[in-house]
Structures are given as C-alpha cells and as structure tokens.
C-alpha cells in the first residue's frame, strides 16, 4: 500500500511555504490597493473618515497620518512576504511554481478585504468603502466583502488545479478489489 502524502489545507504540505509566503504577499499588494485606490486616487475614504468622534473623521492630518501607518503595515506585510519567498525558492521540496504563489497572493488579498472589512467597516465604524456613493454603506462594503471571498476562493481553486501543489493522486488509487493498489 502506498504512503499518503503530507498535505496542509488540501495541498501538498512540501507547498505550505510557498503559499504562506504568497498570502502574506498578497495581504500588502490588497493594503496598497486599497489605500492607493480608494484612499488617494479615488479619495472615497481615509482610515478614520467615519469614526464616531466627527472631530477626528473630519480631521484631514490625522486621517492622511493613519493612511500613511496603514501604508506602513501593508508594507511590512510586503516585505515579509518577499522575505518568506526568497526562503521558500531556496527550500529543496518547495515547489517552483508561479501558479501556485499567485493563487497564494489572490488568496491573500481576499484575506486583506475580509479582515479590513469586517474590522473597520463593521465592528470598528471606522471608515466604509464608499460614504458618498449611490446606495448605502452597507451595500458597498458588503460588496468589498464578497469581492474579498471570491479572491480567497478564486486563488485556492488556482492553487488546487496546479499539479505542483496537489497531493500526488499514487495513494489515491483504489484496485478494483479496493486494495488500495492497482
């Protein structure tokens, strides 16, 4: 009978450091996003822009300074994440996959909106996706929250159906006596 490969969330475990390497990846690239996009570009919204407090949602410093130490983090999670896979290339049985550390950074971006959103748009208050725009709040950061489970679903799918981290299917294979062997 065949030895079952190890496997970590589905995947084949020799993977683990390449996709934790890429979730952290994708936690910074989904921080800047946001913050480039929504923050500066489109200017929909700053970090404290609908905090309970109208003297600090209305205070443009103190918002362009909480934007700037939401950019530290997002950066941090960067480097971290190019550190982790610089590390992981380096590992032997990691596979050398793009497909899978892109899957990886998808998933890691989905995980940044789910977070961000649940914590500052829902239990925080303090800033939603998109104050002024048609509809209500809820509509629009419902949406950055669903946006964020299609990332997570769409990059483990991309992971799952890249050959380099799937478990070998040798240990799957089921004799028609159902030996395990065939």
Known sequence: M??????????????????????????????????????????FHHMLSS???????????????ADGLFHLGTYTFTIVGLVLFSRAWRFRPVPKSGRTLLGAVIMGWG????AEGVVNHHLLG?????????????????????WGALFLVVGYLTIRTDSAATPTGEA????ADGSGSE
């Not at 970590?8 to 996003?33: E, M, Q, S, T, Y």
């Not at 303090?126 to 509509?139: D, N, R, T, Y």
């Not at 799957?172 to 004799?175: C, E, K």
Request: glycine share 10%.
């Open 172 to 175: 799957d294979a089921v004799a």
């Open 2 to 43: 065949a030895e079952q490969p190890a496997t970590w969330l589905g995947l084949d475990a020799d993977a683990k450091p390449l996709v934790i390497a890429g979730l952290a990846l994708g936690l910074g690239i989904g921080g800047f996003f946001d913050g480039i996009v929504f923050h500066q570009i489109l200017q």
């Open 126 to 146: 303090i800033h939603h996706v998109w104050p002024a725009g048609p509809g209500p709040l809820v509509l629009w950061d419902a949406v950055f929250l669903l």
């Open 111 to 114: 995980v940044f909106n789910l």
């Open 51 to 65: 905090h309970p407090d109208a003297s600090v949602a209305t205070n443009l410093r103190l918002n362009v300074v």
